[in-house]
């Protein structure tokens, strides 16, 4: 025994089509985010207008002992211009700072452009287990302020 579901004769899974589109989830779902965003909106933006000055940064003087990590292309390490490697790092910094308290002295990074970032992670890691978390990081200067 078969139903006839809908349409005229044919074949025998011949079933018209409902040409018409149900929008009201569509709808529904529109209003939801019209409302979500129209809500949030407001709370991303920042309600204090402050005109803020533009940017011209002096040079920070110097502090009385420099000491830079150099790291190339390849992996190498320098410390000042003595080579070193991961494992000598610590002692080799110790010894370029002195007497000197390594929580309170600054470490200046010079990476290549192209160095690898496990390798500088590396260095960071190493500088942070023996002790020296003070670090500035060296850029070249391209916004054409003289000093």
Known sequence: MAAKLSGGGGGRYDVAQNA???VTPFVDVMLVLLIIFMVAAP???VTVKVALPPAAAKAAKDPPKRVFISLKRDGKVFVGDNASD???????????????????MRIFIRGDQDVLYE???????KLQDNGFYSVALVGEDKSGLKQ
């Open 119 to 125: 390798n500088f992670m590396g260095v960071m890691n």
């Open 20 to 22: 018409s589109i149900n």
């Open 86 to 104: 991961m494992d000598t790092l610590g002692d080799d910094l110790r010894k370029a700072v002195g007497g000197s308290n390594p929580g309170k």
């Open 43 to 45: 709370l991303a933006s």
